[in-house]
């Protein structure tokens, strides 16, 4: 279902973010945004990918200092990632840039017809994920 999600909402993080930031960073950030602090694992799990993938989008992110690793009181070896100031403020213009592309969309759609549109295309998706074109 995570990988379904990532599909959908693919499109829609490129309409959010300036130009310097790409979509994996921006997940990171707001899976942080959204859980608070994690372990990259933690985050792998979350979103259905390898952990080395996470630490890679996290490498990135905390070269551009959006996030940052803390100790992590219940893990020696595993530090905790969390947003930084820049990190928080990026995560937020992007989340409202795309809040504001939304509403143009029109029809007064209400959060539960993007959630019933969501689950219809991840349905959609998993089905054509089995079908064989040749």
Same mark, same amino acid.
């Given at each position: 279902m995570a990988q379904e999600r990532r599909r959908c909402r693919c499109r829609g993080t490129r309409v959010g973010r300036p130009p310097a930031r790409t979509s994996t960073r921006q997940k990171?950030?707001?899976?942080?945004? %959204? *859980?608070?602090? +994690?372990?990259?694992?933690? !985050?792998?799990? %979350?979103?259905?990918?390898?952990?080395?993938?996470?630490?890679? +989008?996290v490498n990135?992110? %905390?070269?551009?200092? /959006?996030?940052?690793?803390?100790?992590?009181?219940? *893990?020696?070896?595993?530090?905790?990632i969390r947003r930084t100031e820049e990190g928080s403020a990026a995560i937020t213009g992007a989340v409202s840039r795309e809040r504001a592309v939304l509403r143009q969309v029109g029809g007064d759609l209400t959060d539960a017809d993007v959630e019933a549109?969501?689950?219809? $295309?991840?349905? !959609? /998706?998993? $089905?054509?994920?089995?079908?064989?074109?040749?």
């Open positions: 990171v950030i707001d899976l942080l945004r %959204a *859980h608070g602090p +994690m372990t990259v694992p933690q !985050m792998g799990r %979350a979103q259905a990918l390898s952990r080395q993938f996470v630490q890679r +989008m990135d992110a %905390a070269a551009q200092q /959006l996030v940052e690793g803390i100790p992590n009181p219940a *893990h020696q070896r595993s530090s905790l549109c969501v689950r219809v $295309l991840t349905e !959609m /998706l998993r $089905l054509f994920d089995n079908v064989d074109v040749n």
